[in-house]
């Protein structure tokens, strides 16, 4: 513990040293106008001790993840996102990864991720990302058809190590907020299917402990193809680091789900028969009445059913119980092999005698982490199991890891002998000595808006030992057709266990879900993309681009009369598309049968595709209208406006003290919002008639003002100030102002000096369409 609140405070402390994160215009914009999110909780204000990190730094020593995968840990790394509280079990560190995925969740204990353990899924399945299924086409010609957020399995040998992660198209991190917009990725490589999906992702830190966790897919596809099977999240939590689940009761009340199935046989809750929440933990007691979670009928001992103390019918049935069917009949087993257990540990036994099997098992007999003593009733000779692999195979066989040698069992377990079986550690420690991890999911109150077939729920499961992960995940079971956004608001909170069902119960009524038309929630801004020379930018507003040719009107908010536009490099290569999937260098789409986004070709020669894509989301654009950029290169600053040679090369990060008493002597490209005190020394270059360059048919495409409510109600009303302030006289032509979304920052004011360091992408543009 002391090991791992100084790594907090050492990480803090260099995290406070690292220069914010910095991103291009086009990623502030598409990510803070992006219209996809609703307004922040009215319970999520942000606190000002939040801190990010560019620099990667592994944190192996306390995560200890797997042997196998430990190389990719900076291959997943994308940026670190940290809560310092005065409290330490407030505290954590959010790893974020390229695919936009939590592939690292630090708190008090210790990891919280499980430790990716298997060799092909490499920080793309047991880490917190967003799953859509197309139950239609999953399945088909067994090819499965799951999208991750994260990423892809690593099923070929070439082309997917290092690994392929969901393209990451725009970040933006600052102030309270890490927002990122990814590619989802078919998982099962290759694939004939397209992914027609973009995941938005938002993290925002609440203060004490809290975590706003925003998801949401917007459906660009061309066709009618259907999503209707989604996780949001999709996670698995480190078993050794919180063993312990715990589900809320409708008035709000934590319950210890014990025992826990192993995943495949998991449990399954409805969101409106819990109180909004779930929580694992470290330590809780283990019920002292607990046996074996079968019974068999009184009538027919060979028919037995799950059973537990609340639901075991008046007298017609009976607990099951271990007896010894066979002399000598324990041996040993190399299952110790696949589940990470000692070596020549495992053995199997003729202590079953059933008409069905019960093929599953679970450690500790459903207690991650905990074993459990087996006693021979008659003698009192005892040995303990970590893992029980399967309780009754076949019917007959019980197979599980052992404290003893086979042989021992066999002198020590006679054939009539009875057998019982109870936890080793019952007591737990009390709740507000252990922490706690929680999962605010909502009752499902939107359950009969027309967005779901069937109710939301709760799915959870273990793993095994070799995974050290406990499955957990909310399903949305609706429908998500092209055009169309699917929004999931979750929580997330580390603190201590007696903390929990006053914290769930808060904040259960601001976790819901919705389904919309994309750009319900604000049109966005004005973007234009520019050529000048062998090279195209882009400005956001009103700006104009010195020098250079509009190509091209769009906006950051995606709507069904504008396609997304990606920039895309390979190696020297570039393409500007729609459709994601093109090949920079020959500027189609080169895959026939399967697609393999994951390779691209650096030239005419490379017959194996040895390049590996670079994604950029450049906005949304009427289809085709940009195809003429051809094969340029974009510059982020290409039209940013010249820097004065007078003020001192680099800016300062603190703002002056006092006011300059001189007004600039560079004339702004765009009036100021509000009046002055000082005249300019030289004429605005526009007037407030100034003529835009934007063409008529996109200023017109807005049939309402912006201060009009979403064409979409929410099912959450907004509860935010305004974050900016306006002014009496607009400096934009009130016959423009329909088309403009009065919520969204405008951009036309002077850069952030950090906007001189933002990434610049290089690479050659061929124009390509036609994603279906």
Not at 141 to 155: D, E, L, P, Q, R
Not at 665 to 682: A, G, V, W, Y
Request: charged share 15%; with cysteine; hydrophobic share 35%.
């Amino acid at each position: 513990m002391n090991a791992i609140l100084s790594f907090f405070n050492s990480a803090l402390v260099l995290l406070s040293l690292v220069v914010p994160v910095v991103s291009d215009q086009l990623d502030d914009v598409l990510t803070t106008s992006s219209g996809i999110f609703p307004s922040d909780s009215v319970k999520c204000a942000g606190k000002s001790s939040t801190s990010f990190s560019s620099v990667f730094r592994s944190t192996n020593h306390i995560s200890a993840w797997s042997d196998v995968n430990v190389e990719y840990e900076s291959d997943a790394f994308e940026i670190d996102m940290t809560h310092d509280d005065v409290l330490p079990e407030r505290s954590w560190t959010l790893r974020l990864g390229k695919g936009g995925q939590i592939m690292s969740l630090i708190v008090q204990p210790g990891e919280s991720i499980a430790n990716q353990a298997l060799p092909n899924a490499i920080w793309i399945d047991l880490v917190q990302q967003m799953v859509a299924v197309n139950e239609n086409l999953n399945g088909v010609g067994g090819k499965a058809n799951f999208i991750h957020g994260a990423g892809v399995y690593a099923n070929e040998t070439e082309g997917t190590k290092p690994p392929f992660y969901s393209p990451k198209l725009a970040l933006k991190c600052d102030g309270n907020d890490c927002t990122i917009i990814n590619w989802g990725q078919q998982a099962h490589i290759p694939t004939p299917w397209d992914s027609p999906l973009l995941f938005y992702t938002r993290y925002r830190d609440c203060g004490d402990g809290i975590i706003q966790y925003d998801m949401a897919m917007y459906h660009f596809g061309q066709n009618a193809s259907t999503f209707g099977f989604f996780n949001t999240p999709w996670t698995g939590v480190r078993t050794s680091t919180f063993p312990d689940f715990l589900t809320s009761d409708k008035d709000g009340n934590l319950k210890l789900s014990f025992p826990l199935n192993s995943f495949g046989n998991e449990q399954i809750l409805n969101l409106d028969q819990t109180g909004g929440f779930s929580t694992f933990a470290e330590n809780v007691d283990i019920p002292v009445d607990y046996f074996l979670p079968f019974c068999v009928e009184k009538s027919n001992p060979k028919s037995w059913h799950n059973c537990n103390n609340e639901n075991i019918p008046n007298n017609s049935w009976r607990r099951f119980a271990f007896d010894v069917k066979v002399a000598n009949s324990a041996s040993h087993t190399d299952h110790w092999k696949a589940y990470g257990l000692a070596e020549k540990s495992t053995v199997r036994m003729r202590w079953c005698d059933l008409a069905t099997p019960i093929r599953d098992g679970a450690w500790g007999w459903g207690a991650p982490g905990q074993s459990v003593t087996i006693t021979n009733e008659d003698t009192g000779f005892s040995f303990e199991s970590d893992f029980i692999i399967h309780y009754c195979w076949v019917g007959v066989w019980t197979y599980m890891s052992a404290s003893v040698d086979a042989t021992v069992i066999n002198n020590r377990f006679p054939v009539g002998a009875s057998i019982s079986v109870e936890y080793t550690n019952k007591n737990g420690d009390t709740w507000n000595e252990q922490n706690a991890l929680t999962f605010v999911h909502g009752q499902g109150n939107e359950y009969g808006e027309g967005w779901h077939r069937a109710k939301s729920r709760i799915r959870y499961g273990t793993t095994n030992l070799a995974r050290d992960g406990t499955v957990f995940t909310t399903n949305f079971i609706g429908n998500l057709r092209n055009g169309e956004v699917y929004f999931s608001r979750k929580f997330l909170i580390s603190d201590t266990l007696s903390h929990m069902e006053k914290l769930g119960a808060e904040l259960s009524d601001e976790a819901y879900e919705e389904v919309y038309q994309a750009g319900s929630y604000g049109g966005g801004e004005i973007i234009n993309l520019w050529t000048r020379g062998v090279m195209f930018g882009a400005t956001v507003g009103y700006e104009e681009c010195t020098n250079s040719t509009l190509v091209c009107t769009g906006t950051s908010s995606p709507a069904t009369e504008r396609r997304p536009l990606f920039y895309i490099t390979c190696g020297a290569n570039r393409i500007v598309t729609h459709n994601p999937y093109t090949d920079p260098y020959y500027g189609n789409v080169t895959d026939s049968e399967f697609k393999r986004p994951y390779k691209c070709y650096l030239n005419a020669s490379d017959y194996a595709r040895s390049g590996r894509g670079t994604w950029k989301l450049l906005g949304f654009f009427p289809n085709g209208n940009c195809s003429s950029i051809g094969n340029l290169e974009y510059a982020s600053d290409l039209c940013q406006p010249a820097p004065s040679s007078i003020p001192t090369e680099i800016k300062t990060m603190l703002p002056s003290l006092t006011p300059n008493p001189m007004p600039s002597p560079i004339s702004s490209p765009t009036p100021s919002k509000c009046e002055t005190e000082k005249p300019s020394l030289k004429a605005s270059s526009s007037q407030n008639e100034v003529q835009t360059p934007l063409p008529s048919s996109l200023l017109s495409q807005s049939s309402s003002p912006s201060n009009l409510q979403s064409a979409v109600q929410s099912s959450k009303p907004s509860s935010a100030v305004a974050n900016f302030p306006t002014c009496s006289n607009t400096h934009i032509p009130t016959e423009f102002s329909p088309s403009i979304d009065s919520s969204a920052q405008s951009v036309s004011n002077p850069p952030n000096f950090l906007s001189k360091l933002a990434f610049t992408w290089y690479g050659t543009l061929v124009f390509a369409g036609g994603f279906v």
